[in-house]
């Protein structure tokens, strides 16, 4: 695309993060089955439900474009997400589980944090205000459940799989 500008892409950038998104909410759910604390099953299906409104949000982004939803995948996400399922099966069964959860989630949320400051960054340089609210909530989300991650890890589970 030679004549490509900033908002071709924040387009493009916004369909692979629609992607990601929506292949997290499937993710989730098999993580959330896995954990062996309820502390972290918890968390995971708190994550999904607020993920769930992160694809809604996304598809109010894409209109304030004036585009329609739509989804790329996500090849980072997809190897993030498969390291995961690695973890999983490697460790089933053991103590160090939980921490090796925690630790592919959190893989995810930075990855998702870093796309969401691009895209409102983006989206402010654009003047797109109707595209800011939308991402500035999702990026204070991702950044919340990275930090209840973080205390998870470092005040219990941690400790379980040492
Ligand atoms: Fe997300």
């Known amino acids: 695309m030679p004549n490509a500008t900033l908002k071709d892409l924040l387009l493009h950038q916004l369909k692979d993060t629609y992607g990601a998104e929506q292949a997290i909410v499937k993710a989730l759910p098999k993580m959330a089955a896995a954990a062996q604390s309820d502390e972290l099953r918890g968390a995971f299906g708190v994550h999904l439900e607020e993920t769930k409104e992160q694809v809604t949000r996304l598809e109010k982004v894409f209109k304030a474009l004036g585009e329609k939803p739509e989804a790329l995948e996500c090849k980072a996400m997809s190897g993030i997400l498969a390291e995961g399922e690695e973890v999983i099966k490697e460790f089933k069964g053991s103590p160090a589980l939980d921490a090796g959860l925690i ?11 870093t796309r969401y400051g691009t895209l409102l960054a983006w989206a402010k340089q654009l003047g ?8 500035k909530e999702t990026l204070i989300e991702e950044e919340n459940t990275d930090s209840i991650l973080s205390e998870l890890a470092e005040e219990m589970v941690n400790a379980q799989a040492a």
């Open 103 to 113: 630790a592919a989630a959190q893989a995810v949320e930075h990855y998702e944090i």
């Open 128 to 135: 797109l205000s109707d595209a800011e609210g939308p991402l």
